[in-house]
């Protein structure tokens, strides 16, 4: 395995954990089980970003957003095909948003689910390097990815690609992490540097 990999396998242990601690919490608060799968991790390096075909550029999507400040800069985002986010909300909350549309209490549901999942992300990823975080109120909204990434191309990223099961339901849910370029350098090197 190179080093790359190791690096690359070591982040998504480290998603890993923490998509399943923040699940851990959610099921502790709602009547129905999330069963997520492993997550398979993306490296988007920086100024690649315009060539990453990450989504179909017109694709939209139910996101909830968390920026992040302290040791390391950058956004994050729990990412769900808008047409499958209602009932993913209606699965776990019992809420009936209605003809495939997202209403005031689903979006208050998406956003403290991502609320929970990007805290436990971020908070693993932060512990594991001793790094310092700080997290801005996280914000629902539906659309493309380019505002959690600004169109920056110093900007890099990781996106984790997972399945959250919920009975027979299923939707492909993305956590996605975009750092700013000194942040993504830190990042890589310090996981890089635990993998010796």
Known sequence: MSA???????LTRLVNTGVVSGVEVLNAMLASEIRPDVPSIRVIEPYDMDRETMVPEDSRFAIVEMGFNGSLQGNSGLVFPKDN??????KVAGDDAGEGELDFVSTG???EIGNIVLNRVM?????ALALNLDYVVPNFFQGTLDRLWKRDPENAGLVASTQFRVDDFATE??????FDKDSFSRVMSLVAGKQE
């Open 4 to 10: 790359h990999d190791k690096t690359l396998y070591a």
């Open 85 to 90: 986010a209602w009932k993913f909300v209606e």
């Open 109 to 111: 549901v998406l956003t």
């Open 123 to 127: 908070g693993t990823i932060g512990n």
């Open 173 to 178: 849910g993305n956590i996605v992490v975009f």
